[in-house]
């Protein structure tokens, strides 16, 4: 019973395609997010999202967008890939109400941009 | 958010006691102590989370003096398994304020 999942696991792609990354929760949380480990392994937040509110992390570029079509969902959208956009990629949910800093990592989805 | 200081890396033995200490000098009134676990190829793992005092659950012991300027994870007798990367976060848990900002962690290295 995963409890966060991402899809793909591995995502190889050229310089200036589109590509999304899904995550979904089964933990009733009301708040995700989406996090990036660069190759130096340091986690930087990009967006947090609940149904009233999202917030962007103003270091993340417009060609990166999250979409939730409900409450278990956020997706990940990045237009124009670049190089430096290789990294892996994390989703996290809480339940805000009650402890916004206990969060539920997905397993990651590394991107590769060639 | 307070800035914490932790150490880059450690190393221990298994079946030691190891404890991680991290600065955070500037924590605030309403900031809670928050300790994150990355294995290799891994999301982060919430390992425990504390105010002041002690805290303790089934993984691990959050040590927290009275002036909260740093507070020590305590992992009991560590395994190979044990090793990960440890991160300290302080923030304010409140409604508007959970956007976690993972400092470079403590790398733990158990030997054999």
């Known amino acids: 019973d995963t409890a966060v999942s991402q899809t793909p696991k591995y995502l190889v792609t050229q310089m200036g395609n589109d590509k999304s990354i899904k995550c979904e929760q089964n933990?009733?949380?009301?708040?995700m997010y989406w996090y990036k480990q660069d190759s130096k392994k340091f986690l930087k937040i990009m967006f947090s999202?609940?149904?009233?509110?999202?917030?962007i992390n103003e270091t993340v570029p417009n060609r990166f967008s999250p979409k939730s079509p409900d409450k278990a969902h956020l997706n990940l959208h990045i237009n124009s890939l670049e190089l430096g956009d290789s990294a892996v990629y994390f989703c996290a949910s809480s339940q805000l109400a009650e402890s916004s800093y206990e969060q539920y990592f997905g397993p990651g989805t590394r991107l590769t941009v060639t | 958010l307070a800035k914490t200081t932790q150490p880059i890396s450690m190393d221990s033995y298994e079946g030691q006691e190891v404890n991680i200490t991290c600065s955070h000098n500037?924590?605030?009134?309403?900031?809670?102590i928050t300790w994150y676990q990355q294995f290799p190829s891994q999301g982060p793992r919430f390992i425990i989370q504390g105010y002041k005092t002690k805290v303790t659950n089934e993984v691990a012991s959050l040590f927290i003096p009275a002036d909260r300027k740093s507070s020590t994870l305590s992992l009991p007798r560590v395994s190979l398994s044990d090793t990960a990367v440890y991160y300290c976060l302080v923030g304010d848990g409140g409604a508007g304020s959970y956007q976690l900002t993972f400092g470079k962690g403590t790398k733990l290295s158990v030997i054999p």
């Open positions: 999202y609940n149904n009233k509110e999202l917030i």
């Open positions: 933990l009733g949380h009301d708040t």
């Open positions: 500037n924590i605030a009134t309403n900031d809670y």
